[in-house]
């Protein structure tokens, strides 16, 4: 699915770009720790009728990063509201998910 990947939406800040995503028709991935607050995230986006995904993954880790990557099929959006030093997910989700779509 096309979707927009927002790192650390299962909480805060992150998890009202979620739902400002799905109320604007996005499909979303969302990627964090806890898998209890990441199944809320994700049924609340189905429940507003889009279809999303949950990945538990430390998105400060470079290989949990390129593993959610790889099963992201097509980005659209990359929002990151996970908070990491320096930005250094971002960048790291971005490139892993970019080295996916080469190798597709």
């Known amino acids: 699915m096309a979707v927009a990947v927002v790192a650390g939406g299962s909480a805060g800040l992150g998890r009202a770009v979620v739902r400002e995503l799905a109320d604007d028709g996005w499909d979303v991935a969302v990627l964090a720790r806890g898998e209890e607050r990441l199944a809320a ?20 880790d470079g290989d949990a990063v390129e593993e959610a990557a790889a099963r992201i099929e097509a980005l659209v959006v990359l929002h990151r509201a996970a908070a990491v030093a320096a930005g250094v997910a971002a960048v790291t989700l971005a490139s892993a998910l970019a080295a996916v779509r080469r190798r597709r």
Not at 41 to 60: K, L, Q
């Open 41 to 60: 995230t994700v049924d609340e986006v189905r429940s507003r009728g889009r279809r999303a995904m949950w990945i538990a993954a430390d998105v400060a």
